[in-house]
């Protein structure tokens, strides 16, 4: 069974530009999440969705993220415009069901995004 | 919002030994979990752990929900342990919080 995708693995942009990044979950997994890890630390959630809908996206900067998951599977991330602070590692993550901690999160390998 | 601290952060391993990773959380928690990061960055779920002990290989996972802390036990480490360790707590906004990791490196 595949994992979960991501692309790209790897991204340098200058900054005031806008970058996106894929994800694709594990088939059958409702729950999808996106998260960022900075260096050095543990990863933070940016957005979680149930099927379509965004049921946690109190930690996306929305006046510069946005997100989406068409028809409940895969999922895009948008940086526009990104900035020097937003170089960090963007991990997708899937699961079951919304049940946090009471069931594994499967990771993607991440998307490295270098800003200049 | 919840706190979890993890140490050591760093350690560094002569590939048999034995060693003891601990995460300390500021609140009740509804479940813990340890994660496995690999040098490519790829995140992998160890142990699935409330309270208890749970044992998988050459690893296991101690929990006390009642002291807030959980421990990583590596027993006899190999080169392929290396990596970053996290403990993460799910919490009640539904949510998990990752400590900043315990970054392992074991040597031949």
Same mark, same amino acid.
């Given at each position: ?15 005031? =530009? ?18 960022? =890890? ?16 965004? +049921? /946690? /996206? ?30 960090? +590692? ?9 049940? +946090? ?13 270098? +800003?200049? | 919002?919840? #706190? ?9 391993? !002569? ?26 960055? #790829? ?13 998988? &290989? ?24 290396? &990596? ?7 919490? &009640? ?9 315990? !970054? ?5």
């Amino acid at each position: 069974e595949a994992g979960v995708v991501q692309s790209p693995r790897y991204k340098i942009i200058e900054k005031k =530009q806008p970058v996106a990044f894929w994800c694709n979950p594990i088939s059958g997994h409702n729950t999808l999440y996106w998260y960022r =890890q900075n260096l050095g630390q543990g990863p933070e959630l940016l957005i979680r969705y149930e099927n379509e809908e965004a +049921v /946690d /996206d109190s930690q996306l900067p929305k006046d510069r993220f946005s997100a989406e998951r068409l028809k409940g599977v895969d999922s895009t991330l948008k940086i526009q415009p990104a900035e020097l602070g937003d170089s960090a +590692v963007y991990l997708c993550a899937s699961s079951l069901s919304g049940r +946090v901690g009471q069931e594994t999160q499967y990771f993607g390998p991440g998307t490295r995004l270098l +800003v200049l | 919002g919840i #706190q979890v601290e993890q140490s050591p952060p760093d350690l560094i391993l !002569q590939e048999g030994a034995n060693s003891t990773l601990r995460c300390n959380f500021s609140d009740s928690v509804n479940n813990l979990q340890w994660f496995h990061q690999n040098p490519w960055g #790829q995140l992998i779920n160890l142990f699935y752990i409330p309270s208890g002990t749970k044992q998988n &290989g050459r690893l296991s996972a101690t929990t006390v929900a009642t002291e807030r802390y959980s421990l990583l036990y590596i027993s006899s480490s190999q080169t392929t342990d290396s &990596g970053v360790y996290f403990c993460a707590v799910a919490y &009640g906004n539904n949510r998990l919080a990752f400590g900043k990791g315990n !970054q392992v490196v074991v040597i031949p």
